[in-house]
Structure formats: structure tokens, C-alpha cells
T-cell receptor, first 112, second 114 residues
Framework: EDQVTQSPEALRLQEGESSSLNCSYT??????LFWYRQDPGKGPEFLFT???AGEEKEKERLKATLTKKESFLHITAPKPEDSATYLC?????????????FGQGTTLQVKP | NAGVMQNPRHLVRRRGQEARLRCSPM?????VYWYRQLPEEGLKFMVY????????ESGMPKERFSAEFPKEGPSILRIQQVVRGDSAAYFC????????????FGQGTRLTVV
């Protein structure tokens, strides 16, 4: 069964304190690993798509990496505005469905 | 380029009433997905539609729930005879016709059943 597990569930950082969020996955025929950011009361906002092991993507203070079993979202020198829930999702390529399977998310709080 | 538009943003229904949630995909997107987010839970897939076709409804409850994406107009998620357990945030996402691309989400409809 396809599964996505994110850790930690919650993370508190001081402004400027770099860290990483983990996303472990089990999927039949990965057809994309996706990172989203979700603010309270809002819809998920797309951040990155990774398709193959070794791939990396960057955007401002965020960098996403992918291996055959997990993905990391590295946050460098975070600011309070980076506080949000970060969601990881995978797409199964063994069927024709386009559905995403989401993890439970990591809620990040960055204190000034 | 407007994003995925969902309405209403908030919907209150009494038990036994019907709820209709609407979703207009991004321009040029022909694939629509509906997800449900229960309090303190993650996003759960419900249904995947293309114009006039349901491609995957494996996440839809067997009863009371239905979805459509007509040739003209928005996609509709319909919940008949709502119960308290249907209270949740319902999100719509859309993607372009190419396979395996990212999906973009709307702001959601928060359904409260009283």
C-alpha cells in the first residue's frame, strides 16, 4: 500500500536556525514527489516537484532533495514568515489515476 | 491568470440537507481533483475527474457523495443528507492535461454541519 510519513510532526525553530523536514515514502512506481506549504485556513500552495533520486530544487530559503526512499526539505536561516504546515505527497504511476497521497504534514513555527 | 476558484468559502448546513461545493479550475486545466481534510487529519483523496468523465472515485464514500465535471461550467461535489461527520474542509485542485504534473489547489470550502 502506498504510504507517506512525515517527521517531525511539529518543529520549533529560532529565526536563523536551519533545519530539515523529512518525508519517507513507499509507492509503486513513483511519478513525482510534491512539496506544498499550507497556512491556517488556506489551501496548499505548491512548492516543488521532484521526479528522480538525486534531484534537487531550490526556492529562496527552501531546498528539496530526493532519494529512493525519502525526501528532505531543508530550510536555511528561516524567518517567522516561513511558519506554516509543510505537506509532502507522492503520485503513484502504476495506474492511470492522478491522485496524490499526502503525509500528515510538519507544522513549523519560527520564532523571532 | 486566476487560480483555482472554490465557492462558497464557508457553508453551514443542517443535518439532512444537501451541500453543493463548486470548483472552477485554472485556465487551461482539464483535470480536477477533490480532497477532504478532516480536523487534525491529513488531506485525503476523494475523486479525480476530467471533462465529462470520472477517472478515479476510489476515495469517495459509497453513499451520499457524488461529483461531476460537465463540459461547461464548474466541477460540483454534492453531498446529500449531510451528517455531522461530513464537517471538514473540502479542497479542489486542478492540473493541465499532461500526465504527472503538479496540481494547484483552491482555498477550500469549509463545511459545517449543525
Amino acid at each position: 500500500e502506498d504510504q507517506v510519513t512525515q517527521s517531525p510532526e511539529a518543529l520549533r525553530l529560532q529565526e536563523g536556525e536551519s533545519s530539515s523536514l523529512n518525508c519517507s515514502y513507499t509507492v509503486s512506481g513513483l511519478r513525482g514527489l510534491f512539496w506544498y506549504r499550507q497556512d491556517p485556513g488556506k489551501g496548499p500552495e505548491f512548492l516543488f516537484t521532484l521526479y528522480s533520486a538525486g534531484e534537487e530544487k531550490e526556492k529562496e530559503r527552501l531546498k528539496a532533495t530526493l532519494t529512493k526512499k525519502e525526501s528532505f526539505l531543508h530550510i536555511t536561516a528561516p524567518k517567522p514568515e516561513d511558519s506554516a504546515t509543510y505537506l509532502c505527497a507522492v503520485r503513484n504511476g502504476s495506474s492511470n489515476t492522478g491522485k496524490l497521497i499526502f503525509g500528515q504534514g510538519t507544522t513549523l513555527q519560527v520564532k523571532p | 491568470n486566476a487560480g483555482v476558484m472554490q465557492n462558497p468559502r464557508h457553508l453551514v448546513r443542517r443535518r439532512g440537507q444537501e451541500a453543493r461545493l463548486r470548483c472552477s479550475p485554472m485556465k487551461g486545466h482539464s483535470h480536477v481533483y477533490w480532497y477532504r481534510q478532516l480536523p487534525e487529519e491529513g488531506l485525503k483523496f476523494m475523486v479525480y475527474l476530467q471533462k465529462e468523465n470520472i477517472i478515479d472515485e476510489s476515495g469517495m464514500p459509497k453513499e451520499r457523495f457524488s461529483a461531476e465535471f460537465p463540459k461547461e461550467g464548474p466541477s460540483i461535489l454534492r453531498i446529500q443528507q449531510v451528517v455531522r461527520g461530513d464537517s471538514a474542509a473540502y479542497f479542489c485542485a486542478s492540473s493541465p492535461p499532461r500526465q504527472y504534473t503538479e496540481a494547484f489547489f483552491g482555498q477550500g470550502t469549509r463545511l459545517t454541519v449543525v
